[in-house]
């Protein structure tokens, strides 16, 4: 599919919709947060700020990477990031590993209902697409269902008739 760059606003294409922006952009954000980690790595506590001036990273793009768990901080990182559920403080992602158990355990809820009402929508519609669809599987089993049955029974015949020529 063709679309355009949340950064930049070129067009580009992504066959399987799995970005929001072009392939330039995406380089660029990886080399930068390149930058960012291995700055970050030697001096853990460097502050929003001074990324900033030092790369000119936002605010948005620091919070963007640690909820993607993409960058990660240091307890002693003065950068914070709180807990999307009860707010206390985390080093990377949405989640305290608390909040994130339990909305593991809801979401394993949700997928077990979904998988339930999934699987009987599936068998609904195949039997939709069978019915429906011209040619499809169902008619060509039909058919092929009286064929064999037309030639079952010429086969009997013919048995018939060659045993009675063979007695
Ligand atoms: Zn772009
Ligand atoms: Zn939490």
Redesign the pocket.
Known sequence: MVKN?A??G?IFEDYLDLYK??P??RDEENALLRQVKDYLWDYPGTTEGKLRELFGVSHQQVTKWLREERLEITPDSSIKLTCLRCGSMILKGKYCPDCAKRIGAQLNEMKREMSVNKREKTIYSMVIDKEMAPGGKMHFLQNASKYEKHRGEKKGEKEKTSSNSSS
């Open positions: 760059c950064t930049c070129r922006t072009c330039q952009c």
